[in-house]
Each structure stands twice: as structure tokens, then as C-alpha cells.
């Protein structure tokens, strides 16, 4: 089973992860894409666009790949919200503490937020998460594990290699 696409590969599938894309279109392997990978994505697009009407096309090129036929957009669901809700008690805040993240305090809490969504969707799924953020990842795996420790636990790939 594929890993589902974490924020940081599936908003640059028409920039640096260019080939992973091709190579899914021309395998037909499916492409998952958890529900607040696609939130993040929109977001950050739309406020972008607020400032630079340019900015539009590439709300149109992400809007493009998510009607693919390829693409599967992995629900939060039960499981995935009761998860969720589990690993932010235990890890309010991102190990790094987001000094990678632009933006105000609440917008990196909010990021933060959407990874834990985005890992806990993609293991109620059944899928592992596919991103260039490998130790935030790494921490919400390790936590998972805690969590439900007769579980398989969450792959975490880094996209970069």
C-alpha cells in the first residue's frame, strides 16, 4: 500500500516531487492524500491568492490533481479523530517547536495540528505518510506506538531520498 502524501510532497507535486507524480500517473499506483493535507493546502493557496491573484493557477493545478482518479482523499474519520485528539494531549506543541514554520503563534499551532491529523488519518487508514518533515512525523509515530503498542506502526518515509 502506497503512503498517503503528507503537506510538504503533495503542495510541490508540480515543482520538486514532480517525478514521484509521473511515476504514480504512469504506474497507476494510487495516490493518498489525507483530508487535512488537502485543508492545509487550500488554505495556504487561498490566503496566498488574497494577496496575488496570480497566485489563482495554482489553486487550479491542486484542484486539477485532487479530481485525479488516482487520487484517494483519506477521511479523518472515527478512529482518526479519536487519535488525533489522544496525540495532541500528550504533544500540544511540534518537537520543533515550529522554528521552521512562518507565521504567528496560533498558525503554527495550527500546522501542528494538521500534522497530528494527518498522521492519525493515514494510520486509521492503514497507510504510512510520505513527507520531508520526517521528525515531527517521527515523534507521532513514536506516540502512536505508545498508544496502541499491538498496533503495526505508522511508516514514516522521507520524501527526500
Not at 514521484?20 to 487535512?36: E, F, M, N, Q, V
Not at 494577496?51 to 485532487?66: E, G, I, K, S
Not at 491529523?117 to 512525523?137: K, P, R, S
Request: glycine share 6%.
Amino acid at each position: 500500500m502506497p503512503d498517503a502524501w503528507d503537506t510538504s510532497v503533495a503542495s510541490q507535486a508540480a515543482g520538486r516531487h514532480t517525478e514521484r507524480l509521473r511515476s504514480h500517473l504512469s504506474t497507476g499506483a494510487r495516490i493518498p492524500i489525507p483530508a487535512p493535507t488537502v485543508q492545509e493546502i487550500t488554505r495556504g493557496i487561498a490566503a496566498r491568492t488574497a494577496c496575488d491573484p496570480a497566485f489563482a493557477l495554482r489553486m487550479r493545478w491542486f484542484a486539477v490533481l485532487l479530481r485525479h482518479q488516482l487520487v484517494d482523499i483519506v477521511p479523518l474519520g472515527r478512529q482518526g479523530a479519536v487519535l488525533a485528539g489522544y496525540l495532541l494531549a500528550r504533544h500540544p506543541h511540534a518537537p520543533t517547536r515550529n522554528h521552521r514554520r512562518p507565521g504567528s503563534r496560533a498558525q503554527q499551532r495550527a500546522a501542528w495540528a494538521l500534522d497530528v491529523q494527518i498522521a492519525a488519518c493515514a494510520f486509521a487508514g492503514g497507510y504510512g505518510v510520505l513527507t520531508e518533515n520526517v521528525d515531527d512525523f517521527a515523534l507521532l509515530r513514536d506516540a502512536i506506538a505508545e498508544l496502541l503498542p499491538k498496533t503495526k506502526p505508522l511508516a514514516v518515509t522521507d520524501a527526500r531520498l
